[in-house]
């Protein structure tokens, strides 16, 4: 786990939300890959795409969605093979172009150095929704806590030097042996580890 290249993805986002960026991309990492989606599910960011150096079409920005979803196994479930009416047109180029989009999702020895996480970006009254995000965890000084102190965080009390969650949609995200969380889900399964990032809202 790298702390540094965390930090500058961190910092990348939030000057991509101050510039009114619709769309900027992270260099893919699981590490990268697992943060953008706990943030979408927050509600900070609209979608999470894999790609490569070069942006997707809009057609292939749909929001990545957690397997444990609710949402997720509602679609997959509802989701039936159709076969395509003998009396429709279809347009090569577009099936072309959409099986490009799909392959440059897939992750292979050859391009794993060139994947890229596309992160569409969200606004509310022209304002954005990720305001600031940092590290609460260096490189040189990492922060563990267990159950009780990240429990006295999301009560919005200090623990240590790190502040509570006192902001309007104010979140903090710790890596745990259960995966990365937010603050509130450690406290709901009762589980402590490192505290990596906080994000703040509008």
């Known amino acids: ?17 101050k510039a ?19 943030l979408q599910r927050s509600g900070y960011i609209t979608s999470v795409t894999i790609g490569g ?30 076969s ?4 429709t047109n279809t347009n090569t180029n577009t ?3 959409m099986e490009k989009g799909y392959s ?11 994947r890229r996480l596309w992160v569409g970006l969200k606004y509310w009254n022209n304002e954005p929704v990720l305001h600031r995000m940092r590290l609460v965890s260096k490189p ?9 102190e990240i429990e006295a965080l999301a009560r919005g009390d200090p623990s240590g030097y790190v502040k ?14 259960r995966g990365l969380m937010e603050v509130r889900d450690c406290v709901e399964k009762r589980t402590g580890g490192m505290i990596l990032c906080r994000v703040n809202g509008v």
């Not at 440059?104 to 060139?114: F, L």
């Open 1 to 17: 786990m790298s702390l540094v290249n965390l930090a500058h993805c961190c910092s990348h986002l939030q000057n991509a939300s």
């Open 20 to 38: 009114r960026l619709g769309l900027t991309s992270i260099p893919c990492t699981t590490l990268h890959h697992t943060l953008m989606l706990q």
């Open 53 to 82: 150096p070069v942006p997707p079409p809009p057609s292939h920005l749909n929001p990545i969605l957690d397997p444990g979803d609710p949402e997720y196994q509602s679609q997959s479930q509802s989701s039936e093979p159709s």
């Open 84 to 87: 395509p009416s003998p009396n």
């Open 95 to 97: 099936s072309a172009d």
């Open 104 to 114: 440059e999702s897939i992750i292979t020895q050859a391009n794993i150095a060139t």
């Open 140 to 148: 040189t000084r990492r922060v563990w806590m267990g159950f009780r």
């Open 164 to 177: 509570g969650l006192r902001g309007v949609g104010e979140s903090m995200y710790v890596t745990t042996d």
